[in-house]
């Protein structure tokens, strides 16, 4: 690596598909109102729809996506050590606020993606398997078209999550909270990170606007299709203040698309 730091996973340990069924994907196209997490702006899940709320023994932990009735996408750094033990695991959905939840679901199962690596977070992506079609045909919730083709950099994209919003304050968010994100090159990242590999992808704000922690497992959104799942930052002073990019799983990687190609046939 380029420089000495330390990393700090943005979920809070470390602190295309269409509903079966044909039902409606959510379009994801952007937001009507601008910001970020931190520093971000209130927004309702109404307008969004595939965001869900990672609980672990009914704590917030993370954010998830649906990417099919049955299927949910999140971070592998966020359930890798609930593998085995998947009835900890419940997902919230159809509510913009964390202690309002409007549908709880349970997880069957949890695969983790294979080469998954906790030394350097490459490939870090998890589905999540529910009952069968259990997401469809709720209120304010439907899937999220998966990203099928490369991102130029600079592209204007977008996280929604309820991760930390104040950088003065622990506590991660009881709203959505929504964030405009940047694609920045490998180049610009790897002077932050090292080597980026290719199933990762970055952004910034630029505006002293940034994911933070409880934000891991969260869509990158780009054009309308889920992008890349918010992995990890910089775990110094400037965590979450943009001076640095965010490390995302990226979803059309060729090695974290086959898997998520594999465990739901999407």
Same mark, same amino acid.
């Given at each position: ?7 700090? $996973?943005?979920?809070?340990? +470390?602190? *295309? ?8 994907? &959510?379009?994801?196209? =952007?937001? %009507? ?39 949910? $996408?999140?971070?592998?750094? +966020?359930? *890798? ?8 695991? &419940?997902?919230?959905? =159809?509510? %913009? ?170």
């Amino acid at each position: 690596m380029k420089q000495v730091i330390s990393l700090v $996973l943005l979920g809070l340990f +470390c602190s *295309n598909g269409v509903l079966a069924g044909k039902a409606n994907e &959510t379009k994801a196209n =952007g937001a %009507s109102q601008s910001g970020r997490v931190i520093n971000g702006y209130e927004v309702n899940i109404a307008n969004y729809r595939y965001p869900l709320i990672l609980m672990i023994d009914e704590r917030y932990s993370c954010g998830a996506s649906i990417i099919t009735a049955s299927h949910a $996408l999140t971070a592998a750094h +966020c359930v *890798n050590d609930f593998v085995y033990s998947p009835w900890r695991v &419940t997902l919230y959905g =159809g509510s %913009s606020y964390v202690n309002r939840p409007v549908v709880r679901i349970s997880v069957g199962r949890i695969a983790v993606h294979p080469y998954y690596n906790t030394n350097n977070f490459n490939y870090d992506a998890a589905v999540l398997t529910v009952p069968s079609n259990a997401f469809a045909g709720n209120s304010n919730m439907a899937g999220i078209a998966l990203q099928n083709t490369e991102v130029p950099d600079g592209t204007r994209c977008f996280v929604v999550g309820w991760g930390r919003y104040d950088i003065n304050r622990q506590e991660t968010s009881n709203s959505l909270r929504y964030t405009n994100l940047y694609i920045v090159s490998n180049y610009e990242c790897s002077a932050t990170f090292g080597t980026i590999s290719p199933d990762q992808v970055c952004s910034k704000n630029y505006f002293n606007m940034e994911t933070c922690s409880g934000d891991s497992g969260s869509a990158l959104v780009c054009n309308g299709r889920l992008t890349g799942i918010v992995s990890f930052g910089v775990g110094d002073n400037r965590q979450c203040t943009s001076e640095a990019p965010t490390v995302f799983a990226k979803v059309f990687g060729p090695t974290v698309r086959e898997f998520i190609r594999r465990q739901t046939g999407i």
